[in-house]
């Protein structure tokens, strides 16, 4: 896919560079100043209908929301035509959404939801988009930058964006401000936070917050594995891997983690992330070992991944939310546990007593 960039897209306007099939579409640019980006007349099955229309770069909620009363105002103050907005890519929700703002819809991708002043309504949705995402940051929702949704789940609200950047370290992360910042703007942007002032941050929608990450999640890479018996008890073993912890990451799966937070019997077995090489965790350990699969208690996943570390509980525990991520992402049986996991996160903010 190609990036598109605004002086190739203003370019592609002036060009009329449309093309929906049975649609017949004329574009005159207006001059720097003109109420709107362009007037556009789009003609079907012999009607046709005069547009005043809004060009956008991306089609994300709040983009549209704002473009919605400005177009409205353009074609009210112009006189000149009914509202339309023109993006590099509309989905069908989206198409859904501006008709039922009255305002027509179009993308040069060929896609098109056009209401014709009472003469006609022309839809086509379906259409790939042909052109990558131009936002400030990848995704707000995987890798580090997911930290920043994880923090705001912790805690709603921060007086500063610094806050933020401190309260991700107090919790084990490590982002630099510059992140910080542009994914916040991608969160607000995506309407899963507000600014009640222009330092502030709050969070407004943690389900939608939560919904995103899961469908973003990716698990953490895996250096190498060890699995065994380590001739010690549950309780002793636990005790000597939370000492080996002070000096180096440690910590629970989120699988290995979810009898903590809700009704979970799991593998009868210790497992954990650690950054250390499996080998010299066990050497550290000071028990005899060996690696097999018959009555193991005990696997070592070495990452470097800092998702998995950010907000370790007591016991070695994972965070309640990226518990909720890996057993959101499991079988049937692993899907209902997330479920009690994530009623938790809504109802206490992952802060268990």
Excluded at 250 to 267: F, M, N, Q
Aim: positive net charge.
């Amino acid at each position: 896919m190609r990036k598109i960039k605004e002086a190739n897209f203003e370019k592609m306007l002036r060009d009329g560079e449309f093309f929906v099939p049975l649609l017949d579409i004329r574009v005159t640019t207006l001059p720097p100043g003109g109420r709107g980006d362009a007037i556009v007349d789009i003609a079907w099955r012999g009607q046709s209908c005069c547009y005043v229309a809004a060009l956008k770069r991306d089609a994300k909620p709040q983009t549209l929301k704002l473009a919605v009363d400005q177009v409205k105002q353009y074609a009210q103050e112009s006189g000149r035509g009914k509202p339309l907005i023109i993006a590099p890519y509309l989905r069908g929700d989206k198409l859904d959404q501006l008709l039922h703002e009255g305002v027509s819809a179009l993308d040069f991708c060929g896609n098109a939801a056009i209401e014709g002043s009472g003469r006609f309504l022309f839809y086509k949705t379906g259409n790939p988009n042909r052109y990558a995402d131009s936002s400030p940051i990848r995704s707000a929702y995987r890798g580090d930058g997911s930290l920043v949704a994880r923090v705001l789940l912790l805690k709603h609200e921060f007086q500063a964006i610094g806050d933020i950047l401190a309260s991700i370290k107090e919790h084990g992360g490590s982002l630099t401000m510059g992140t910080v910042s542009k994914v916040v703007q991608r969160l607000e942007s995506d309407l899963v936070i507000e600014r009640p002032s222009r330092k502030s941050v709050r969070l407004i929608q943690s389900d939608r917050l939560l919904e995103a990450l899961r469908e973003a999640y990716q698990p953490p890479k895996i250096e190498s594995t060890w699995m065994g018996k380590v001739t010690l008890s549950t309780t002793e073993l636990l005790h000597r891997l939370e000492e080996r912890a002070r000096e180096s990451d440690l910590v629970r799966t989120g699988e290995s983690s979810a009898g903590d937070y809700a009704t979970w019997a799991g593998e009868p077995l210790v497992a954990c992330y650690c950054r250390t090489l499996p080998a010299q965790l066990l050497q550290q350990l000071n028990a005899p070992a060996k690696e097999t699969r018959g009555f193991a208690n005990l696997r070592l996943l070495q990452t470097a991944d800092q998702r998995v570390y950010f907000d370790r509980r007591p016991q070695l525990a994972a965070s309640p939310i990226q518990s909720w991520l890996e057993m959101a992402s499991g079988d049937k049986r692993q899907k209902e546990v997330a479920e009690q996991i994530r009623s938790l996160l809504r109802h206490t903010g992952g802060v268990w007593p």
